[in-house]
DNA sequence: AGGGGTGAGTTGGCTTTGCCAACCTAGCCT
DNA sequence: AGGCTAGGTTGGCAAAGCCAACTCACCCCT
């Protein structure tokens, strides 16, 4: 059975994003990831499912494969965020926070820095850039 | 399998919100169902998974269980959100504007407002409030 | 009191997905 | 030539998801 609202940005995301061991796959390629054989050992991920987690992530645009030598060396497959990839951070940070804050027994093995050092956080912040709390904000049909 | 870093949050978080149908769940809840039957008829899943997620999102204190009765009906089930489980709109919001600017062909079905109007969206923020761009911002160990 | 309707599930059988281990292949290295 | 390694593929099994049919408790109507 597939959920509603084909075309729900929010639909299309789970079906992508929501699969089992996609976010971790992205935490990792965010962390700097880039080989099949990275990830499998930094997740303990079966191959198979991998083979197919990287395709989906390649066909949907968050990640490129790429073909690479370093001298002296065979040629090696990298799988590199794209832009859209990238921007996932937001929302890796966001559950992550989420859970810090409301799932016991948590740590929080990563945390979010800008360039030049600064810890950052997700807020709602409205049209001036004002933060608002979340306790303020809630879903209107579209 | 399961993956490492048995207490990273965002593992846990992964483990609880990235199964199947359990963010459409909670969004479903946050637009102001309450039912069994109206998660269904909203998202057409099967009921043996829906009462499965319920009772995963019941136990992890996302929602409450609360039998009510209107005047001259028989009691009824309500499933409710907790403060823990609203918390869930932040991270809901930012997949779903994720998707908005990445997925080819999707349209928001859904906004979010403060109480008194304004449209609000996710952000990076540093310590000061300040908004950041989210191309500046980096996942770094511990 | 008996019959019907409805919400909230449970159960059985089938299909899909995930997991593990074993195997394969190309290209480099000695 | 033979071996090693990265990046997979394949086969068999177990768990999760899907659907349809069924149950159970409670209310309403007559």
Chains 1, 2 share one sequence.
């Not at 990792?28 to 083979?51: H, M, N, P, Q, Y």
């Amino acid at each position: 059975m597939t959920p509603p609202d084909e075309n729900c940005s929010l639909v299309k995301a789970v079906d992508l994003v929501g699969e089992r061991w996609t976010f971790l796959v992205l935490r990792e390629a965010l962390a700097g990831a880039t080989r099949f054989s990275e990830f499998r050992a930094r997740l303990g991920i079966a191959s198979d499912v991998l083979t197919a987690r990287l395709a989906k992530l390649v066909d949907s645009g968050l990640l490129v494969r790429r073909s690479y030598r370093e001298p002296g060396q065979r040629p090696r497959d990298a799988y590199c965020l794209t832009e859209a990839g990238r921007r996932v951070n937001l929302v890796l940070c966001a559950l992550q926070e989420w859970g810090d804050e409301h799932l016991p027994d948590t740590v929080s093995t990563v945390v979010y820095r800008t360039d030049d050092g600064r810890r950052v956080n997700v807020r709602f912040v409205d049209g001036e850039g004002a933060v608002v709390p979340a306790g303020d904000v809630h879903p209107e049909q579209g």
